[in-house]
């Protein structure tokens, strides 16, 4: 069974720092594109940040380009977000969703989705 | 950027068909997917390269794509089916979302 757990959110006042997680299992993880979505209370979904299996593409949504790094480390079968100079608008749900790897001309789906981390950025 | 535009609610019976448009320019020239997302709940991949539904979704689920718009139709609705629907497709910067649809079945 696929899984995908994120942690790592909670409360920062803005300005600061937080790294999300997202450990995966069920499935050969490092075969696998990742991305981060998020969602703002009562909002919409928002992608934030895509990176393909070899971590060798990487992309950014232009909100967070800049601020946020994606990494990954295959061999712990785990997904990172690293997000400095939080602001208020970056107070959302973070998901992290499974997807293949980009190709020309084809994006694929996200066909797997964690359950979310929290992250609220006030003071 | 690249936007997809969604109506903000849709209403429909028991047992009749909702659809769901999504908007954008020149969207009919990429593949568009679409995903339930219930309340509290992470969202959920229905539809797929326009049309294509993943393994364990019903049938009463179907998708288009043509021209400017891209179309989620849910017949024979259930109150199961009561949920927020995103499409989302990709741009030359990255992977955009629409505004979203809020499907009632009353």
């Known amino acids: 069974e696929v899984q995908l757990v994120e942690s790592g959110g909670g409360l920062v006042q803005p300005g600061g720092s937080l790294r999300l997680s997202c450990a995966a299992s069920?499935?050969?993880?490092?075969?696998?594109?990742m991305n981060w979505v998020r969602q703002a209370p009562g909002k919409g979904l928002e992608w934030v940040s895509y990176i393909s299996s070899s971590s060798s593409t990487i992309y950014y949504a232009d909100s967070v380009k800049g601020r946020f790094t994606i990494s990954r480390d295959n061999a712990k079968n785990s997904l990172y977000l690293q997000m400095n100079s939080l602001r208020d608008e970056d107070t959302a749900v973070y998901y992290c969703?499974?997807?293949?790897?980009?190709?020309?001309?084809?994006?694929?789906?996200?066909?797997?989705w964690g359950q979310g981390t929290l992250v609220t950025v006030s003071s | 950027s690249y936007e997809l535009t969604q109506p903000p609610s849709v209403s429909v019976s028991p047992g009749q068909t909702a659809s769901i448009t999504c908007s954008g320019d020149?969207?009919?020239?990429?593949?568009a997917c679409w995903y339930q997302q219930k309340p509290g709940q992470s969202p959920v991949l229905v539809i797929y390269q326009d049309s294509k539904r993943p393994s364990g979704i019903p049938e009463r689920f179907s998708g288009s794509n043509s021209g400017n718009t891209a179309t989620l139709t849910i017949s024979g609705t259930q109150a199961m089916d009561e949920a927020d629907y995103y499409c989302q497709a990709w741009d030359p910067r990255g992977y955009v979302f629409g505004t979203g649809t809020k499907v009632t079945v009353l």
């Open positions: 020149k969207l009919g020239d990429k593949y």
């Open positions: 069920g499935f050969t993880f490092s075969s696998y594109s």
């Open positions: 969703a499974r997807s293949g790897d980009i190709l020309t001309g084809y994006y694929p789906p996200f066909d797997y």
